[in-house]
């Protein structure tokens, strides 16, 4: 027993060895992977429910890597978070969505981009400089940008975020809640902070029509949403029935794999010419 004790613990200790590795390369590889631009968009058409118009797409990135290939933001956004390069990448997407929402504008294609934000770059008092930059080099119209934030982004409501917040807004641009349902949400933020949507986590939708909880939570966000005035987005729509029950309880706009799964820009822009007939 003794000696399966140390084989485990050995076991552990090397798993542990090779994990932090692993970290130290990724972390290492993310410096050079912004000056070798290895990064890029991924987009994700958000469908309205109404009109079944395409109205934007949310920016994802990617890391390709030379020898890895496509790593997911899953694998290495925790360890820029970590290391603070979050806000170079960051404010990288942030620029290449502005430059892409301002060609689809140009080509006759209104389409909202919306960018996740990290708690750093939120908690950066140069936030909306960064912001008005993108903008002015991109020429996009402030309208056609939507920033997400996450409920626990906005717990620790420090004067430094709730101005990055007004800031951000007063330029017109669109803020909308990600993840919203999963946090400890202090309800009254979201009057206040004059959010533009609530985008309803994916882990309800995604068994919406098979679990009650799933199903009562929706709606009750989105009735919450309607009083609010603001729009309710369903995230991880995968089938028909998803958004038949979506329809049903007036949810305003739909993005998941049933509409599209995250691609290359001209993905979004072929389906907007063809949904959108313009
Ligand atoms: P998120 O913001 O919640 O993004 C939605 C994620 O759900 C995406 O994963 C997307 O591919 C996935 N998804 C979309 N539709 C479906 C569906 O129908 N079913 C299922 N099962 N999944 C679906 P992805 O691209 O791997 O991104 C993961 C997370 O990484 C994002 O979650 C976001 O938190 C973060 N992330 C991505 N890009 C950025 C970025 O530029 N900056 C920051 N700070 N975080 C980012
Ligand atoms: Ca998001
Ligand atoms: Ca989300
Ligand atoms: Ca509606």
């Not at 990135?61 to 790593?71: C, K, L």
């Not at 004067?159 to 809640?177: C, T």
């Not at 028909?240 to 001209?266: E, K």
């Not at 822009?269 to 313009?278: D, G």
Request: charged residues 20%; proline residues 4%; glycine residues 6%.
């Amino acid at each position: 027993a003794k000696a399966s004790g140390r084989n485990t613990h050995r076991f552990f200790a090397e798993a542990m060895n090779v994990e932090a590795v692993a970290h130290l390369s990724i972390r290492n590889g993310l410096r050079r992977a912004l000056e070798r631009g290895e990064f890029l968009i991924h987009y994700q058409p958000q469908i309205s429910l109404d009109t079944g118009k395409v109205m934007g797409a949310e920016a994802l990135v990617r890391w390709n890597h030379p020898e890895r290939g496509m790593i997911p933001p899953g694998s290495f956004i925790p360890i820029a978070e970590d290391s603070g390069l979050i806000v170079p990448i960051g404010e990288w997407v942030l620029r290449e969505a502005c430059r892409q929402a301002a060609q689809w504008s140009a080509a006759g294609l209104p389409l909202t981009v919306a960018v996740n934000l990290s708690a750093r770059q939120l908690q950066r008092p140069d936030l909306a400089d960064t912001v008005v930059a993108a903008l002015a080099d991109s020429g996009l119209d402030p309208l056609f940008l939507e920033l997400e934030l996450t409920e626990s982004m906005l717990i620790e409501n420090t004067d430094v975020v709730l101005a990055n917040i007004r800031k951000v807004k007063a330029l017109g641009v669109q803020l909308s809640i990600d993840d919203f349902g999963t946090g400890y949400s202090n309800l009254a933020y979201i009057g206040k902070l004059a959010v533009d949507k609530l985008k309803i986590d994916r882990s309800f939708i995604l068994d919406l029509c098979r679990n009650h909880d799933s199903a009562r939570i929706t709606a009750a966000v989105i009735q919450m949403a309607h009083s609010l005035n603001l729009t309710a987005v369903a995230e991880g729509v995968e089938d028909d029935d998803t958004v038949a029950h979506l329809r049903h309880l007036r949810c305003d706009v739909a993005q998941g794999y049933h509409f599209g799964r995250p691609g290359p820009a001209d993905a979004v822009e072929r389906m907007a010419r063809h949904a959108n007939s313009v």
